[in-house]
């Protein structure tokens, strides 16, 4: 009862994704089941600080990823202030639990000369796959897009007059982000022929060679293929066109903040990771061109 009351708050409230939904509620009736195997009597409301901590040490006892864990350790965090505003309970059992320390994995980018790569060698040919895919590489790399903000742009998001796009990021929150002639005239060059394809009434900006609005799992295949055929990086997907966008802009003299405001971040040092990345890349520079580095 609680969970589903939980996941109805946060829907309507927070305006949180299906996929985001879904990870608390299955993380939610894992953290029950384990209440239900630790005393048949225990629910919900029972939970203390101790509970939570010996469920946390059986999930890294079975191999659970730190990163899972701490996930799932939010989860509960999230669900028991909602419990203690509602009045179920009187005090937020995981206030007093220290999550696992997850080691930091700097951000994978495409270097500059791939991606160029990709367009000059790659991304060639007149037929509607191939526009297509092209304008929604550049799209992840000229605005910086995620990935849900990309399939779930409309056409009436973006203005050739002003050359901007309304992406509708995390909780539904709005930011506009400016783009410049080399992706307009992708977008211009793709709608001609979407105009071929999309079905009658489809809002949607990108589509499918059905037609209708092109799913997540279409982009992610399709830039993970193009990706493949460019670079090596260990991880190849839109997330890391994403990566690239930010480090570019920082590398090319932007400000954090203004990195900040086209990203979508609620936090400045939710962006500066990308610092970290930048000087990483100095670093090796350094080091290849010193004779004594």
Known sequence: MFIGAFVTYLRVERGCSPHTLKAYETDLR????????????LQLVDSDADLVRCWVAELMD?????SSVCRKLS???????YM?????????????????????LLPSFVKEEDVEELYDVTLLGDD?????????????YELGLRLSELCGLNVSDVDFIEKQVKVRGKRNKERIIPFGENLKNAFVEYLKFRADVALIGEDAFFVSSRGRRISVSQVYCMVRKQLARVTSVKRKSPHTLRHTFATVMLNNGAELG??????????LATTEIYTHVTFEELKKVYRKAHPRA
């Open 30 to 41: 894992l953290y029950a089941e384990y209440l239900a195997n630790v005393d048949d009597a």
């Open 62 to 66: 079975k191999g659970c990823a730190v």
């Open 75 to 81: 989860s509960l965090r999230a669900f028991f202030s």
């Open 84 to 104: 203690k505003a509602a009045g179920h309970i009187a005090a937020n059992p995981v206030d007093g639990v220290r999550a696992p320390k997850k080691r930091k």
């Open 128 to 140: 509607f796959l191939t526009i297509r895919n092209k304008a929604i590489i550049s799209a992840f």
């Open 258 to 267: 203004v990195v900040k405001e086209l990203l979508g971040h609620e936090k």
